[in-house]
T-cell receptor, first 115, second 113 residues
Framework: AQTVTQSQPEMSVQEAETVTLSCTYD???????LFWYKQPPSRQMILVIR??????QNATENRFSVNFQKAAKSFSLKISDSQLGDTAMYFCAFMKHGGNTPLVFGKGTRLSVIA | EAEVAQSPRYKITEKSQAVAFWCDPI?????LYWYRQILGQGPELLVQFQDESVVDDSQLPKDRFSAERLKGVDSTLKIQPAELGDSAMYLC???????????FGPGTRLLVL
């Protein structure tokens, strides 16, 4: 079974600074997908970024980028120029390639952006 | 922008009562998921539908939980009888295909007293 570990329960960052959220996972699969989802307070979960394991290039979405280290089974999220609206729970998630497989989530990291 | 709809947003019930949650996925999305999120945890899958068929309900407590998606569009999740430990956020998500990105609804927060 796959597991996802987020070792930082809470983090804080000053507005306009850069922060990195850590995620490691355990799997015997060679092909899979990794995701970062954001869940703002009292609002719905939204996709931040998606990475296919077969792609060596790290995914980026505006101020959000990942550092995908397949051999180390590490998938960290970097948020540049942090904004107050980035305050949220961030969940790292794994999905095996092929077949009807669910998302497996980590326990989340609560990020607070401070003015 | 199309969104996943869920209702109610909040539900308070007493132990042993029946509760039901409704989800309307994004139009055209064949795959629908129900997740349970306990406070401080990540979501965990309860049941997955492909069109009207259940493809994974291995984590659904079938003695008290049931789910249906009769016409392959909207879905209902029912708990009968509710127990104190069922207090959680119930999230619905949908995707165009089972390997595609999942889009989440706002969730139903259930409190069982």
């Amino acid at each position: 079974a796959q597991t996802v570990t987020q070792s930082q329960p809470e983090m804080s960052v000053q507005e306009a600074e850069t922060v990195t959220l850590s995620c490691t996972y355990d799997t015997s699969e060679s092909n899979y997908y990794l995701f970062w989802y954001k869940q703002p307070p009292s609002r719905q979960m939204i996709l931040v970024i998606r990475q296919e394991a077969y792609k060596q290039q790290n995914a980026t979405e505006n101020r959000f980028s990942v550092n995908f280290q397949k051999a180390a089974k590490s998938f960290s999220l970097k948020i540049s120029d942090s904004q107050l609206g980035d305050t949220a729970m961030y969940f790292c998630a794994f999905m095996k390639h092929g077949g009807n497989t669910p998302l497996v989530f980590g326990k989340g990291t609560r990020l607070s952006v401070i003015a | 922008e199309a969104e996943v709809a869920q209702s109610p947003r909040y539900k308070i019930t007493e132990k042993s009562q029946a509760v039901a949650f409704w989800c309307d996925p994004i139009s055209g999305h064949a795959t629908l998921y129900w997740y349970r999120q306990i406070l401080g945890q990540g979501p965990e899958l309860l049941v997955q539908f492909q069109d009207e068929s259940v493809v994974d309900d291995s984590q659904l407590p079938k003695d008290r939980f049931s789910a249906e998606r009769l016409k392959g569009v909207d879905s209902t999740l029912k708990i009968q009888p509710a127990e104190l430990g069922d207090s959680a956020m119930y999230l619905c998500a949908s995707s165009f295909h089972y390997q595609e990105t999942q889009y989440f609804g706002p969730g139903t927060r259930l409190l069982v007293l």
